[in-house]
Structure formats: C-alpha cells, structure tokens
C-alpha cells in the first residue's frame, strides 16, 4: 500500500552523481507474462545510455547493475492489476519496488532523483474511508483504502420482538412501536458513538454510509456535529443480502465523485483567487518559480501534464532552461520532468500536492498553486532565465 511514508522515503534518497532509475509498468493488460514483457521493453530503452561516455564509469556501471536487477526480479507475474513501480540505484546501493493499486502510464526515466509523481497521483485518489452499512437493529463497519477493504467493527443491538396480538383497542401494538422506536434510536446513538471512536483515532479521512432509503437520513442525524463533514456521500444497500463486494463497489463510486468534484473545487477556488488577485500562481513558469521561493501551499497539477526543465540542487531553483543557478551561480542539472521536481520540492517544504483528474480550467495551465505569499519579484537574470 502506497503511503505519504513511502513516497518521503523515497524523495530522500540521494545518490549524489549516480542516477536513479525509475520505471512504471502496468499489470493485467494481457496476462500474467505480459507485466514482465514490458519491463523489459522499457529496459531495453535505456541500454544505449550504458555506453554514453558523457556519463562517469560509476554511473554507467549503476545503469548497467539497474537494469540486471530489475530483469531478474522474482514476482512479477503474481502481480494481476494495478501497475508496479521499481526505483533502483545499484551503486548507491538503492532498490525498492511499491505494487500500486490502479494502472499508471507505462514509463522508464533516468534522473538524480526517483521519479514519484505518477505515485503521489495515485496516493491522491486513495483517501482512508469508513464504510457503515447499518440498518434498525446491526451496523458494520469497514476500512476502505487503496482498492482494498476490511471489516473493522460490527454492532448488533437486542431487537424487540412483536407479539401476535394487538392488545386491547390497539394500545399494546402502539407500546410495541413505541418500543421499538427507542430501541432503534438507541441502536443509532450506539453506532454514532462508535463511529466517533473510529474517527477520533485519525485513522480515517472520509465517511460513507449505506442501508435502506428510509433510514439512513434518520441515522444521519445521530452523527456528532464535527463528524458530519465527514461524509462523503450514502448509498442504498440491504445489509442482509449486500456481499462485501457490493459494498465495496458501491463505496468506490461515492469516494470517486467526491474526488472529482473536490477538484473542481479546489481549481475554481485558484481562479476566483487569482480574478481577486490574491496570491496565486498560474502555469509553469510562475509555480516554478514560486516553488523555488517555498510559496506553494497547494499545487494543482493536471494529470499527465509533463514538462523537461532544470534544477539546481544547491538553492532549490527550478525553471524550464538555464545552465547557471540565478540565485547561487552553481551549475543547474537537467531533468527529464521539471514538475516531479517541483511537486517534490513542495512537499519538502510542507505543502500539498493535488493531481486533477476533472475537467476545469487547469487544463488551459497545466499547473497552479495557491500559494502561501505573494511571489517575489523576480530579477532581470531570473526571468530570463
């Protein structure tokens, strides 16, 4: 399962002047040998770059003990959906493979850093959820995450069972109702509070809750105040007869609509901004350079979106050419995906990093930041450069 942990862990590994190789393949295309075939393919890529004399011995050899190991890697084949993602640096003596839980652009990328960005684009579509299915009398909750789901609690309260009689004049049948209501209330207030629990233990990002049309609204309104944020959307299920996968799938829906539209949201939110002209950045060359200064809070980042550029790893200066740093004077290094380096950068430096899946404006930028201050202004050499 992929994590913030993960991602950070990697974003940390420094190799110094040895390259870090980078591949992406996705599994469950044409079998279980088709995974393995396109590693291959992708190695194959970068054999040429073994025998370039502009790389140093050490780093050639690097490449060369990449590729062996990443061919000879056991597993593959058990590997049915989803993609893989291998980061290796054998004379740094660095390889980790993370299994990711949906299909990723197959790519293969040589760089001073692991290329991690297409994971943190995954990690943004998995968010941690709870899923209740409750009804008048149980309640199950499980964890969502990452495709994969499990039971964490279940609930049953005492149901009160209905005589076969009505009583005199109906009043018995009115007691028994009248039982059961507060039975059912107090089966609701029962499985708010384990909710609550469930929540307080920051275990979890996101709420949802399905059963019969007719009740969940009426459990909903059990929910403390500060959990009903939480919610990300119900669903109608029989819990009697609904399998795990049914709930499963149903769950996955609602969390993928509340993606898309808390995208939306959050680009509407750069533009109004930038309209006010609050502190924003639009396009690359501006979150650049507001990456550069740390002023990102938040970068959005169009999904795919891919852009050569350069870096200087002594002050954190990023910009699309330049062979010289306009901050310090050192010598810039070229990357194949200028973005990875500054969503990394961005992280670094504590902010958030969001790829949009949804339709919006972004796309006529690329990227966009809201961002903590306004941007510096930049000398004449750094915006020339």
């Not at 009505?166 to 507060?182: C, I, S, T």
């Not at 502190?279 to 200064?293: F, I, M, T």
């Amino acid at each position: 399962m992929i994590t913030t942990e993960t991602i950070s862990r990697l974003i940390r590994f420094n190799g110094g002047d040895l390259p870090v190789v980078s591949l992406y393949a996705r599994a469950g295309l044409d079998g279980p040998a088709a995974l393995r075939t396109q590693v291959n393919s992708l190695l194959h890529e970068i054999r040429p770059v073994t025998d370039d004399e502009s790389l140093g011995r050490r780093a050639r050899l690097s490449i060369r003990g990449d590729i062996e190991r990443m061919e000879a890697m056991e597993g593959l084949e058990r590997v049915e959906s989803g993609a893989v993602a291998i980061f290796s640096c054998s004379e740094g003596g660095f390889f980790e493979r993370v299994d990711l839980p949906r299909a990723v652009r197959c790519r293969v990328v040589i760089d001073a850093t692991p290329w991690v960005r297409p994971m943190l684009a995954v990690l943004d579509e998995y968010h941690r959820a709870c899923v209740l299915v409750v009804d008048r009398r149980s309640a199950q909750a499980w964890e969502l995450c990452q495709g994969e789901m499990r039971e964490i609690r279940e609930l049953r309260d005492p149901a009160l069972r209905k005589p076969n009689y009505a009583g005199w004049y109906g009043l018995m049948e009115h007691r028994v109702r009248n039982r059961a209501d507060d039975l059912t209330k107090r089966h609701f207030r029962n499985a708010a509070r384990v909710l609550d629990e469930l929540f307080r233990a920051g275990d979890h990002e996101l709420l949802i809750v399905g059963g019969h049309p007719e009740e969940v609204p009426n459990f909903l309104e059990f929910l403390p105040h500060d959990l009903r944020p939480k919610v990300a959307g119900t669903f109608t299920i029989d819990l009697r007869t609904a399998t795990a996968a049914d709930i499963r799938r149903s769950a996955e829906r609602i969390i993928e609509r509340y993606e898309r539209d808390e995208e939306r949201r959050q680009v509407a939110e750069v533009m109004e901004h930038a309209a006010m002209r609050r502190p924003v950045a639009l396009g690359l060359d501006e979150c650049l350079w507001a990456g550069s200064v740390a002023a990102v809070r938040t970068l959005l980042v169009q999904e795919g979106a891919t852009a050569p550029g350069v870096v200087c790893d002594e002050s954190g200066w990023l910009a699309t050419s330049g062979d010289t740093c306009p901050l310090c004077g050192r010598a810039t290094r070229r990357t194949p995906d200028v973005i990875d380096e500054l969503a990394q950068a961005v992280i670094d430096e504590s902010g958030s990093v969001e790829h949009v899946l949804a339709d919006t404006q972004l796309k006529d930028h690329g990227v966009a930041a809201a961002l903590r201050f306004p941007l510096p202004r930049r000398t004449p050499q750094e915006a020339l450069s």
